[in-house]
């Protein structure tokens, strides 16, 4: 099999951008022109020029590659549907930035090549490209442009060559299905995203007309509105954040006599979600879908993230904000459903299993409830009577709020602010948490001991999963803090190394929420061989696309699937909750 590097050059500029259109909404955009193809292949080919001019046949059967295959393999296959091009069968196409990030390094071509092959490469032409037409060009800069293309398709088949070696092949299919899902669309129901825009619009003018300087001033300006406080003789708060309480309390007692105290901050709201519900508007075409983006490997422990831009499906609101449910919006076409499924307590449990606490494990498998377990085990429930109706629920919430909040080190003031437990009460709670649940512990002293071992010998410090992923930490740095030595790994975001303060407990929390991940993905692959078309996935929830008729029978099926360990784990206790909705829910 031959393997050849591929990328696109298209037009682009303010308003036809991928980055506010997304992906699909950018192909379609009538100013958009595939202009350049370049392929730089490894058995000589070396080609660049328009793709109408390119021999396609080149690829049927063989391994195809870009560096960021996510905007080139996509519009390929758009480009198949628009007559662009010839449609052929290629073996396998895969995404070096994938590859890149899986092996720690920056996602960029640009900043990969760097840490590998200490290149400095120019995106000069490329930004010089913005608002150029190719016939527009002069023919000096065509000459750029096309030696520009060319070695970004040389580059990309070296980084293969370098790093593919290190990348398992069940990652290259877990970043080869991450891509399909993004590519199927989400439905969208564009009539209440209209209506949600009239709404948030309306909403938007009323705030403003609230807001004495709007028009004068930057609306959000600081300095604008202490002058209008002081004008009205009231004293401007230290912060407006929603998460302070004495802004919300400085707020409730003058928001009636003076209106612009709250417009200012529900401004800054209303706008936010007016610029979400603007790129769903963008990214969705005409067949009523929504075209986003879903990054593999968005963080150091390989969990999943946005793709940047105003809308982060990794993390939409759950409730109603301002009248708007951005949730509802995904809407199941008619005759069609939608299944949410979600893993129940997937970081508890790993944490436990990675802990080699197979005592609470086994009562897990067993029991009704997971916290009935814990309840137990730190000493809260002796067994009478229902565990959930126990003090109205109370006593499971707080078990629930102990279990997720005190497994990776949290102090006893830590855990006061996020749980809302007064001090006394907080401290008690992570004492009796470490006293019970002594193996978890233990886990947090082996990495710490681990951790120290490493930066002594200067070795990476490095953790193994039981996928056999390896989380690589690198050169660890020690330096002395106030009351402690600190351990500082350093990881890339974007194209520069930023340091990150490690502990025990910290690396606790990193190796479960991998492990959760790499469970997560297993899954992901395994309902796609099931033929269950998953539309987009959400930290550990499925969101599939189903035929009305099948719901119930694929809903089973989902939830044997994720209710069955991989292979490679096959101790662990897993649950899977799910249901059939026609719109998205939490």
């Known amino acids: 099999m031959n393997t050849f590097a591929l990328d696109y050059e298209t037009y682009y500029d303010k308003n036809c ?3 506010t259109l997304g992906p699909l909404g950018y192909f379609s955009h009538p100013e958009f022109d595939a202009y350049r193809v370049s392929v730089w292949g490894d058995e000589g080919t070396k080609f660049v020029g328009h793709p109408k001019d390119f021999d396609w046949d080149l690829l049927e059967g063989n391994r195809v590659l870009s560096h960021n295959a996510s905007f080139d393999e996509t519009l390929y296959l758009y480009g198949i549907k628009q007559d662009w091009w010839p449609g052929v069968k290629y073996a396998e ?5 994938d590859l890149a990030v899986y092996c720690g390094l920056p996602r960029s071509l640009k900043g990969s090549t760097s840490v590998v092959f200490d290149l400095e490469v120019s995106k000069e032409t490329r930004d010089n490209m913005s608002g150029k037409k190719w016939d527009d060009m002069l023919e000096g800069f065509q000459e750029e442009v096309d030696e520009y293309a060319l070695k970004d398709s040389e580059l990309c088949l070296q980084l293969w060559e370098e790093l593919s070696p290190k990348w398992p092949e069940h990652e290259r299919a877990i970043s080869r299905t991450n891509r399909t899902i993004v590519q199927r669309g989400i439905p969208i129901d564009y009539d209440l995203l209209t209506k949600n825009k009239n709404v948030i619009a309306n909403k938007l003018f009323e705030t403003e007309k609230n807001i004495p300087w709007f028009g004068e001033a930057p609306t959000l300006s600081r300095k604008s509105f202490n002058e209008e406080c002081r004008k009205v003789g009231i004293d401007p708060p230290a912060s407006l954040a929603l998460s302070s309480e004495e802004a919300n ?9 003076h209106p612009f105290t709250e417009a200012v901050r529900d401004y800054r709201r209303i706008n936010a979600l007016k610029k979400k519900l603007d790129s769903f508007e963008y990214a969705t075409l005409d067949d009523s879908r929504y075209y986003g983006g879903c990054f593999y490997f968005g963080a150091h422990t390989g969990r999943y993230s946005g793709s940047g831009g105003n809308l982060n499906m990794q993390n939409l609101p759950r409730a109603e904000h301002f009248g708007i449910n951005l949730r509802h919006m995904i809407s199941a076409p008619v005759n069609k459903k939608l299944i949410i499924a979600d893993l129940s307590q997937i970081e508890v449990r790993t944490l436990c299993y990675l ?10 498998k067993e029991a009704d409830d997971i916290y009935e377990v814990f309840a137990r085990e730190l000493g809260f429930w002796s067994g009478d009577g229902s565990f959930k109706e126990a003090d109205e629920g109370k006593l499971r919430h707080k078990v ?6 005190c497994g990776y080190g949290v102090s006893g003031k830590k855990f006061a602010m996020i749980s809302g437990f007064p001090i006394e009460q907080a401290i008690d709670y992570v004492r009796i948490y470490r006293d019970k649940m002594n193996k978890v512990v233990k886990l947090w002293n082996k990495y710490q001991r681990s951790l120290v071992v490493a930066n002594h010998l200067q070795k990476d410090f490095t953790i193994e999963l039981p996928s056999k992923r390896v989380l690589n930490y690198g050169s660890i740095k020690k330096s002395a803090g106030e009351f402690r030595t600190n351990y500082v790994s350093h990881h890339y ?3 520069k190394q930023v340091p990150i303060r ?3 407990g910290l690396l606790a929390e990193n190796a479960s929420q991998a492990l959760s991940r790499d469970i997560f993905s297993d899954m992901m692959l395994r309902l796609e061989e099931e033929g269950i078309k998953t539309i987009f996935h959400v930290h550990d929830e499925f969101i599939i696309e189903v035929n009305e008729n099948k719901a119930d029978a694929t809903l089973e099926k989902v939830l044997q699937v994720m209710s069955t360990p991989p292979k490679w784990i096959p101790e662990i206790p897993l649950e899977a909750e799910g249901k059939i909705v026609d719109r998205y829910e939490k």
């Open 17 to 19: 951008s991928i980055k």
């Open 93 to 97: 196409w895969h995404c070096t930035a």
């Open 249 to 257: 309390e400085w707020i409730d007692d003058h928001k009636e006599s």
């Open 355 to 364: 802990a080699g606490d197979f005592d609470i494990m086994e009562d897990i």
């Open 400 to 405: 629930k709020q102990i279990v997720l909040g």
């Open 493 to 495: 975001k974007g194209n």
């Open 502 to 504: 490690l502990w025990g």
